[in-house]
């Protein structure tokens, strides 16, 4: 059984995103060492624009936005890994045997959150993120289910932090083909990912003043101080 979960919520944008689950296929062909699984989560009024690529995992849903989707899965597949990570279909792997990197660093604490450099924010916020499943299990998400697409990584970021379990590896490249740093085209889905923002940001700023203490406490219990 694998340890590590890799999931990837798409959407094709009209059918013009499928591609990007092929080359994210491609750089983590090249880059694991056997430990991780890939799984992508499809929308069902979309899924009929991907092709089923050997070795992967799809899991069909009615849509949830990015955020929805990316809990319904984590949710459902951690009692079936010990570590769940989340990359966006334009993250690609590039460092050679990342997992065992992780992993190894991993295996001696009670829970993690870790993240790579994806050439575009670095160390200042992990926009792909590796954490242990056991975190997902206490709270019951992997993102606060307020926010649609935006601040998770805000979040994962703050969880980490707080909980002193965070690290950031500048040596292991998850790269982010992203428009901001002009690796890709803008097109529906960024568009729409903008239109989310005030939403999130404001939905994200409650959370954080009313109920991250509690949720961080609900973590120290359940997992740090057993």
């Given at each position: 059984m694998k340890k590590i979960l890799i999931i990837v919520p798409s959407r094709s944008s009209g059918g013009k995103r499928t591609s990007n689950i092929k080359e994210l296929k491609q750089s983590w062909l090249e880059t694991t060492s056997g430990n991780s699984d890939l799984l992508i989560g499809l929308d069902d009024d979309d899924?009929?624009?991907y092709e089923r690529l050997e070795g992967l995992i799809y899991d069909i849903n009615p849509r949830l936005r990015m955020i929805g989707t990316l809990n319904l899965?984590?949710?459902?597949?951690?009692?079936?890994?010990?570590?769940?990570a989340f990359l966006g279909d334009d993250h690609r792997f590039r460092t050679i045997g990342w997992e065992d990197?992780?992993?190894e660093e991993a295996k001696n604490m009670k829970c993690c959150v870790f993240y790579g450099n994806d050439l575009l924010q670095g160390a200042?916020?992990?926009?792909?993120?590796?954490?242990?499943s056991n975190i997902i299990k206490s709270l019951g998400f992997m993102v606060p289910k307020t926010l649609i697409h935006m601040y998770a990584d805000n979040f994962w970021l703050e969880t980490g932090k707080f909980l002193g379990i965070l690290k950031y590896f500048n040596e292991i490249t998850i790269e982010h083909m992203h428009p901001a740093a002009n690796k890709a085209q803008t097109d529906l889905q960024y568009i729409e990912v903008d239109s989310f923002t005030n939403h999130d940001r404001t939905n994200f700023i409650h959370y954080m003043n009313n109920e991250f203490i509690s949720d961080m406490q609900k973590i120290k219990k359940d997992i740090i101080y057993v």
């Open positions: 899924e009929h624009f899965l984590a949710t459902k597949y951690c009692d079936k890994y010990e570590y769940i990197v992780f992993l200042n916020i992990p926009t792909a993120v590796f954490m242990s």
